[in-house]
């Protein structure tokens, strides 16, 4: 049965119909209402918006996969925009902290998952500017290290650092961090 839906799927959008497969409520309707698919937009962005914070890169990928027009999709996101309820600078700051808080990473790593979702390297360097004062690097790429190293008991000192710095790099912290910590943890302490 699942074939004949997808031929028929395939056969109406190259008559550039919507297919069974598009949006929910849009099935079988033969007349399309602008506005009411406007509205049908703007609810889907407004239920993706209630699960999560979204970048509007984000909200337009989702929008265009549900396959909405790429005019409605731009006015949906400016709709949203406007209201303040898609913001790619607030996304940034949230986003930023929530990763801090809870799967600590290193700027590289914030920077490349921020472009990741769309958001302008401008707007990432911004918000990580921001919370300079709330991001240690140092004390972050610690806490992850001391979090790891427990569960390296037993093993030899050269492989524990060797776990330890590509754990922190993978984690796209700065090398010159990664070596004043690792050297923290693993040197006996000096002095008596």
């Known amino acids: 049965m699942s074939g004949i839906v997808q031929g028929v799927d395939q056969t109406v959008e190259e008559m550039g119909g919507r297919s069974a497969k598009g949006r929910g409520s ?9 506005d009411e698919e406007r509205r049908e937009a703007k609810e889907y962005a407004l239920l993706l918006l209630s699960y ?16 909405y027009a790429p005019d409605l999709i731009a006015a949906t996101v400016l709709d949203l925009s406007r209201v303040g309820l898609l913001d ?5 700051r ?3 902290r929530n990763r801090l808080a809870t799967n600590p990473a290193g700027r590289r790593v914030i920077r490349l998952e921020l472009g990741r979702k769309g958001i302008d390297a401008a707007i990432i360097d911004e918000a990580l500017r921001e919370i300079e004062n709330e991001y240690d690097e140092r ?13 390296y008991g ?10 330890l710095v590509a754990l922190l790099a993978r984690r796209g912290f700065e090398y010159g961090v990664i070596e004043e910590v690792v050297r923290e943890l693993l ?6």
């Open 94 to 96: 949230g986003w930023i």
């Open 154 to 163: 037993g093993l030899d000192r050269g492989i524990v650092r060797r776990r």
């Open 88 to 92: 790619d600078r607030e996304f940034s």
């Open 26 to 34: 849009g099935r079988g309707r033969k007349e399309h209402d602008p």
């Open 187 to 192: 040197e006996p302490e000096q002095g008596g």
């Open 52 to 67: 999560r914070m979204r970048s509007e890169a984000e909200t337009r990928e989702r929008l265009s996969r549900r396959g």
């Open 139 to 151: 004390a972050l790429a610690m806490r992850v290290a001391r979090k790891k190293i427990g569960q």
